[in-house]
């Protein structure tokens, strides 16, 4: 019996591989440095659906269809009301979703992939009091969450920023939401249902709702010298940081400098305050050094949330959204890993040792 079946192969994927000891990711034989080198969140989708649907296509059909699946699925907004909005964001997308049809195609693929990127802006406007923007099919799935989002057209190193983020996290081998979607998946329901099964993986703080956490952990610690006495008296109290550690990378998680690097061009052109870029190196630091002597016997470093909580901060998400941005962006992801366990894969059907009371003999 392995506890949190770490080590376990459950699935052959051609999706993504995560080498824990030497911190590289591969998505489709690309690495992630080049595609956040050259990358889209049309181009990285593209890859990873390709030859599990029925249709064929290039980035730049992708990014047509998603504008008019977007504008289609603004139409589902409408069924906000106050008892939705008043969930937590990724909640509150979580149910509009669960409206939409169910399927194995590709029409419900593309529908999954939009539907997350017009629900989560609309939501959080209507949450702010604000009235929902439309879609512009005439962007990117990255500028057009922005534009939804803000009202305005984002600027390019924004777009770029964004981009780079849904690029980074669009899959990661066999976390734990996109086990979800291949269990579901394995039972022969449909992508809808894998997508809502994956979403509900995704909101816990020891998987896709740490960046919020790291980003009150910021703001907790508030300036460079308050640093290592602020992580030393948290560890103190058993806390975890967020923002560090994870279950497969034994080093530095290659999506951090990917997130990182996405910062710099915003920092540079002052849309994002570099005091904050420093305070971040400086809690990265600090963390890393006490972690070093608290827990020596266990290599643990910065994992993806932590500069993922800084980006998504400077474009304007609030932290209760971080979440569900993330859950944009990995959609793509578990969409692929449920096509490829329905036609490939068996039903997932592990076994337990039953260690309760025995019957009583008469
Ligand atoms: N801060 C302090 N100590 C930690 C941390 C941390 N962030 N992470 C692990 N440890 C310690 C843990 O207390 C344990 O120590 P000991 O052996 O003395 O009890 C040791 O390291 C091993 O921990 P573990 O529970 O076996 O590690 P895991 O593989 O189950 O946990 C993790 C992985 C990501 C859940 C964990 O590192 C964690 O809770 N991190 C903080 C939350 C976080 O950043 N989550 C986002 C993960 S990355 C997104 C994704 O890809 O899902």
Do not use: C
Not at 31 to 47: H, K, P, R
Not at 140 to 148: E, K, T, V
Request: net charge negative; proline share 6%.
């Amino acid at each position: 019996m392995k506890n949190g079946l770490e080590d376990v192969i459950a699935a052959e994927t051609q999706l993504s591989d995560v080498d824990g000891e030497a911190g590289r990711l591969v998505i489709r034989g690309v690495s992630l440095d080049q595609l956040v080198a050259t990358g889209t969140y049309e181009s990285v989708a593209t890859l990873l659906l390709e030859g599990l649907t029925e249709r064929r296509f290039d980035s730049e059909e992708l990014k047509a269809w998603l504008g008019e699946a977007r504008e289609r699925l603004f139409a589902h907004v409408a069924a906000t009301d106050p008892v939705l909005l008043a969930l937590p964001p990724v909640d509150a997308m979580r149910a509009l979703i669960a409206r939409l049809p169910d399927g194995e195609d590709f029409d419900t693929a593309l529908r999954l992939l939009a539907a997350p990127a017009v629900f989560l802006p609309a939501i959080l406007r209507l949450q702010a009091g604000n009235t929902p923007i439309k879609p512009d099919t005439s962007l990117s799935q990255a500028a057009d969450i922005l534009h939804m989002l803000t009202g305005h057209r984002p600027s390019n190193e924004q777009t770029a920023a964004l981009d780079t983020y849904l690029v980074t996290i669009s899959d990661h081998g066999l976390n734990a939401s996109t086990f979800a979607s291949r269990v579901i998946a394995s039972t022969g329901a449909g992508l809808t249902s894998s997508v809502l099964a994956a979403i509900s993986a995704l909101k816990g703080p020891l998987h896709g709702g740490a960046p919020g956490p790291v980003l009150d952990m910021f703001d907790a610690i508030g300036n460079k010298a308050n640093a290592e006495p602020w992580i030393g008296e948290a560890l103190d109290r058993g806390e975890r940081l967020m923002g560090f550690g994870h279950r497969i990378y034994r080093v530095r998680d290659p999506r951090a400098d990917a997130l990182k690097g996405a910062l710099r061009p915003l920092v540079q052109t002052g849309q994002v305050d570099p005091g904050r870029m420093s305070l971040a190196e400086a809690i990265e630091a600090a963390a890393l050094t006490i972690l070093r002597e608290r827990k020596p016997g266990r290599p643990l470093d910065v994992n993806v949330e932590f500069y993922t909580a800084l980006l998504l901060d400077a474009l304007g998400f609030p932290r209760a959204a971080f979440t569900g941005v993330f859950a944009i962006g990995r959609t793509v992801g578990w969409i692929a890993h449920a096509r490829e366990q329905a036609l490939n894969g068996r039903l997932i059907r592990p076994r337990s040792i039953y260690v309760g009371p025995l019957p009583k003999v008469a």
